[in-house]
């Protein structure tokens, strides 16, 4: 299969479609269905690239449009809709890529929803989840009240948060991981904020956080 992305319509129980995007290099090692976060659609500049860096480690993904995306909107969808896409989509990826492990999870909202759809019922081929940059609470209001659904994920848990993210404090997202037991585990990423963005004085680069991001993230989905 090509490493350019394949544009696709994924069906919707419920009905409809939304577009997808499979990008996967030749014997991949695993499939990430990759969803976005609440402020940018499959083909913001991240998730592009985060795209394109995983075939470069062997790793093919499935990035997907949640509905209030597709359609143009800037509210997120409510919980239920959004599960009902991630579910659309794991299955999409599970008939794309028959034998080939399976992964969930996204940015921010999007590693959110998958989170929860994991606990409610459990996605059918999931081998883990990879939360970039899982939202933890909202901005300047600690809180864990957001990770109350995670006991439910039994599934090995992968969550990579920058030092400077406002949506989750590094204190009480370090206590959540730790609160999860073995099957979670912490990366954290130095000087980053909610969109891994660095300072300058920091002496790195955006870009050389997003090849820190995406060697953890191949590193642990091939280990799986």
């Not at 359609?71 to 919980?79: F, I």
């Not at 599934?155 to 949506?167: E, H, I, N, V």
């Not at 590094?170 to 000087?191: N, P």
């Not at 980053?192 to 642990?220: C, I, K, N, P, Y």
Request: charged share 15%.
């Amino acid at each position: 299969m090509s490493t350019r992305p394949l544009s696709l319509l994924i069906p919707l129980l419920a009905g409809g479609t939304v577009p997808g995007l499979l990008q996967a290099p030749a014997n991949a090692k695993a499939c990430y269905v990759f969803a976005h976060g609440a402020g940018a659609g499959m083909e913001h500049v991240f998730m592009v690239a985060m795209a394109q860096g995983l075939v470069e480690r062997g790793i093919a993904s499935l990035r997907f449009n949640f509905p209030f995306m597709a359609q143009g909107s800037k509210r997120p969808d409510p919980p239920a809709v959004a599960h009902a896409a991630i579910r659309a989509a794991v299955a999409e990826a599970a008939r794309r890529m028959p034998g080939v492990p399976l992964f969930a999870g996204g940015k921010s909202y999007g590693g959110r929803m998958t989170t929860q759809a994991q606990a409610g019922e459990a996605l059918p081929g999931v081998d883990g989840i990879v939360l970039v940059g899982f939202p933890l609470h909202p901005t300047g209001k600690p809180s864990t009240e957001r990770a109350a659904h995670l006991d439910g994920v039994k599934l090995p848990l992968l969550f990579l948060q920058g030092t400077r993210d406002a949506l989750a404090d590094l204190g009480l997202i370090t206590q959540t991981v730790a609160s999860l037991g073995k099957r979670a585990t912490l990366h954290v990423v130095d000087g980053a904020d909610h969109a891994f963005h660095v300072l300058v004085r920091s002496g790195r680069t955006d870009v050389q956080v997003g090849e820190e991001l995406l060697d953890t993230m191949a590193a642990w989905m091939k280990k799986r």
